[in-house]
């Protein structure tokens, strides 16, 4: 599994490093978030807003979620985007991680249990941040 990150100058930096750097970037596209109260992407995107970033849902249904516009997929939101956070099965991350990299994002964070070693080389070998097995509602309460 990776550890740490490199910057898009090709510098490791450590992981706590990458995490506070991705903390403090504004826009996050969640992919998974729908309506559903009772998965983690709706709580954790809940908080992403409350401590001041702007949340995109990115879900097949593009539903607005806690009043924020959604989009089928991440090609399709005309802002730029910081954060790709990944609220899916290990088995789609590729081709988000393929996505994030093609719209320009920053970062890429892998949610718990989101493992995917390959996806996410690629996605530093392009310059992008990266996260993943963490959650940012966890991260948040250890800073």
């Known amino acids: 599994m990776q550890v740490g990150s490199f910057t898009h100058w090709g ?8 995490i506070d750097a991705l903390l403090a ?3 996050w596209a969640v992919v998974g978030l729908g309506n559903n109260p009772d998965r983690a992407a709706f709580g954790v995107a809940k908080l992403l807003q409350e401590k001041g970033h702007t949340i995109i849902p990115v879900y097949p249904r593009a539903e607005v979620v806690h009043g924020a516009v959604g989009y089928k997929t991440l090609s399709e939101i005309p802002e730029k985007v910081d954060v790709v956070d990944c609220f899916v099965n290990s088995s789609m991350v590729g081709k988000i991680v393929d996505e994030a990299i093609a719209i320009g994002a920053k970062a890429v964070w892998l949610q718990l249990d989101v493992i995917d070693d390959a996806a996410i080389t ?4 392009a310059g992008l941040l990266t996260v993943m097995n963490r959650c940012p ?6 800073r």
Not at 11 to 18: C, D, H, R, V
Not at 137 to 142: D, G, L
């Open 122 to 125: 690629r996605a530093q070998e």
């Open 11 to 18: 510098a490791l930096i450590n992981e706590s490093q990458t």
């Open 25 to 27: 970037m504004k826009v």
């Open 137 to 142: 509602a966890i991260e948040y309460q250890k």
